[in-house]
């Protein structure tokens, strides 16, 4: 079974251009998460997308933003890029939203170089 | 307040010794998950192991087992007879409980870099 996958693993933008990173789920899971990791920080929530509605979103700016297609696979849009804004995105999915018990799985992270 | 922390930023152990992994969390929600991955330095993170917070007995999965202490509210991973390829970040997360929606998220904490010296 194929795990998530993400693309592209790295991306190399300048400051204030746009940049779209792409997602897909597991088979079967409907549930996809970001997550941001930042060089020396920890993994901040992004966005929680879920049979097509976005349902939670962390502590950022709206310049984040995504959306989740029929198929579940999913885009997070960064505008307006900042410096800040290099870091690791992972992407998870799971299978049930409901339960406490479901575990996240992880895509191998997209790379976002901001210069 | 944060809601997991781990106090080791890093440890070097011994090739084929046991090592332990701090954990500590904070929630006053009765029901919730705790997970462990670990990061290799290729930056995928991999599911390790679960304990839920209404599980009896501890989790195990292979040479990776959790110290369970509710009370205290720790979940410390214990990896048995290391390898040099458990070299890596590993991260305690928590799922809270409290409803539907909203709390789907996982909290991570800082991590610790373990470091398995032959």
Redesign the interface.
């Known amino acids: 079974e194929a795990g998530v996958t993400q693309s592209p693993t790295h991306l190399i933008k300048t400051r204030g251009q746009q940049a779209t990173l792409r997602c897909s789920p597991i088979s079967g899971h409907t549930?996809v998460?970001w997550?941001q990791q930042a060089l020396g920080?920890?993994?901040q929530?992004l966005l929680?997308y879920?049979e097509g509605e976005e349902?939670?979103r962390?502590n950022f700016p709206p310049r984040f933003s995504g959306r989740q297609f029929p198929n579940y696979s999913s885009e997070l849009n960064v505008n307006a890029l900042e410096l800040e804004d290099s870091a690791?995105y992972?992407c998870?999915s799971s299978l049930d939203?409901?339960r406490?018990?479901e575990?996240?799985?992880?895509?191998?992270?997209t790379?976002l170089l901001v210069l | 307040a944060q809601k997991i922390t781990q106090t080791q930023p890093g440890m070097f152990v011994q090739e084929k010794e046991a090592v332990t992994l701090d954990c500590t969390y904070d929630t006053s929600d009765p029901s919730y998950g705790l997970f462990w991955y670990k990061q290799p330095s290729s930056g995928e993170m991999i599911f390790l192991i679960y304990q839920g917070s209404y599980d009896q007995q501890n989790a195990t999965e292979g040479r990776y087992s959790l110290n369970f202490q509710k009370a205290r509210k720790s979940a410390n991973l214990v990896i048995s007879a290391s390898q040099l390829g458990d070299s890596a970040m590993y991260f305690c997360a928590m799922r809270e409980g409290k409803s539907n929606f909203g709390n789907e998220k996982l909290t991570f904490g800082t991590g610790t870099r373990l470091t398995i010296i032959p």
């Open positions: 549930s998460y997550y920080l920890g993994l929530f929680w879920d349902r939670n962390g690791l992972l998870a939203r409901g406490v018990a575990t996240q799985y992880f895509g191998p992270g790379r």
